[in-house]
């Protein structure tokens, strides 16, 4: 079965196209509710599963953050040469992914929304020895162990958190471990990433709760510190865990998603009754897509 999905307006123009990433272990599924939620607002949806992950788990072992960097680069290339407004967005890994695409195709990326970014790990239900993961998983003993997913598997909800444990419990929509594998090229990833955050100048959305169980604000904060860009926005939940897509403040996040959204649309998307889109405004642009 396919987890992968694409949501493609066929009776309209769509105002442009978004490519989602999901997060470290987990697949499109995660994003299925957030892609429909934009695609009812006019735009076209993209979401693959990342490298080593979707049915074939064990890939898990052998991949690179590279690969996931190549992934996700030639996602946004095919979109670009098809779209004129492209926006990315992720979650946890994903939304790192998100950046990494911005820092590269800083001219061409119309806007960046980034959700529980995770460059660290130090969210609060991490052992107490989570300082010592990134000595740990550099050495051999990373292909040898995996740490369990176990509560609260992410998110506060606890009747969203009961389904989604029957789900993982399936195997059916992601991993119900997280290999260490997967985390050693996690912070291989987020450390390029940091070390180039002053290129970065796309327009950006930060969105992560103050309760993250898996990567604290500091991601989020050392993201917005250190970036160029004039254009950005951080905001910090406080009824959430990591999942911010299927918990309490899920339908603020899609409103505040969809607000970013559409005021980054390029101005030469618009056209009143005729009228050349050089002539409208920005405030009466916005107007209309909101």
Same mark, same amino acid.
């Given at each position: 079965?396919? &987890?992968? !999905?694409? #949501?493609? +307006?066929?009776?309209?123009?769509?105002?442009?196209?978004?490519?989602?990433?999901?997060?470290?272990?987990?697949?499109?599924?995660?994003?299925?509710?957030?892609?429909?939620?934009?695609?009812?607002?006019?735009? /076209?949806?993209?979401? /693959?599963?990342?490298?080593?992950?979707?049915?074939?788990?064990?890939?898990?072992?052998?991949?690179?953050?590279?690969?996931? &960097?190549? !992934? %996700?680069?030639?996602?946004?290339?095919? #979109?670009?040469?098809? @779209?004129?407004?492209?926006?990315?967005?992720?979650?946890?890994?994903?939304?790192?992914?998100?950046?990494?695409?911005?820092?590269?195709?800083?001219?061409?990326?119309?806007? $960046?929304?980034?959700?529980?970014?995770? &460059? !660290?790990? /130090?969210?609060?239900?991490?052992?107490?020895?989570?300082?010592?993961?990134?000595?740990?998983?550099?050495?051999?003993?990373?292909?040898?162990?995996?740490?369990?997913?176990?509560?609260? +598997?992410?998110?506060?909800?606890?009747?969203?958190?009961?389904?989604?444990?029957?789900? &993982?419990?399936?195997?059916?929509?992601?991993?119900?471990?997280?290999? *260490?594998?997967?985390? @050693?090229?996690? =912070?291989?990833?987020?450390?390029?990433?940091?070390?180039?955050?002053?290129?970065?100048? $796309?327009?950006? =959305?930060?969105?992560?709760?103050?309760? /993250?169980?898996?990567?604290?604000?500091?991601?989020?904060?050392?993201?917005?510190?250190?970036?160029?860009?004039?254009?950005?926005?951080?905001?910090? #939940?406080?009824?959430?865990?990591? *999942?911010?897509?299927?918990?309490?403040?899920?339908?603020?996040?899609?409103?505040? %998603?969809?607000?970013?959204?559409?005021? +980054?649309?390029?101005?030469?998307?618009?056209?009143?009754?005729?009228?050349?889109?050089?002539?409208?405004?920005?405030?009466?642009?916005?107007?209309?897509?909101?």
């Amino acid at each position: 079965m396919s &987890l992968n !999905f694409e #949501l493609i +307006h066929d009776d309209m123009e769509p105002k442009g196209a978004i490519l989602l990433f999901h997060g470290l272990t987990g697949s499109p599924f995660e994003l299925k509710k957030y892609g429909q939620f934009l695609y009812k607002n006019g735009y /076209d949806i993209y979401a /693959d599963c990342i490298p080593g992950h979707g049915d074939n788990f064990e890939d898990i072992y052998t991949v690179t953050y590279q690969d996931w &960097l190549n !992934f %996700a680069y030639s996602g946004f290339e095919k #979109l670009k040469s098809k @779209y004129e407004n492209v926006f990315v967005s992720g979650l946890c890994l994903g939304a790192v992914l998100a950046i990494a695409v911005g820092l590269k195709y800083k001219e061409q990326v119309s806007g $960046v929304i980034s959700l529980s970014t995770t &460059l !660290f790990l /130090d969210g609060w239900r991490l052992p107490w020895y989570k300082c010592l993961i990134p000595i740990g998983i550099s050495t051999i003993l990373r292909f040898y162990y995996n740490y369990p997913e176990c509560e609260p +598997h992410g998110i506060k909800n606890e009747k969203t958190r009961s389904v989604v444990k029957k789900l &993982l419990a399936k195997g059916d929509v992601g991993m119900n471990d997280f290999p *260490m594998t997967g985390f @050693y090229e996690l =912070l291989k990833l987020s450390s390029y990433v940091r070390k180039n955050l002053y290129e970065f100048n $796309v327009p950006i =959305l930060l969105i992560h709760s103050q309760e /993250d169980d898996l990567t604290s604000t500091k991601s989020a904060k050392t993201v917005y510190s250190k970036i160029s860009s004039t254009d950005k926005e951080m905001i910090i #939940l406080n009824d959430s865990y990591h *999942m911010v897509l299927y918990d309490n403040e899920k339908e603020f996040v899609f409103n505040k %998603a969809i607000e970013f959204i559409n005021s +980054h649309i390029s101005i030469e998307y618009a056209t009143i009754a005729g009228k050349p889109s050089d002539d409208i405004d920005k405030g009466t642009l916005n107007s209309i897509l909101k």
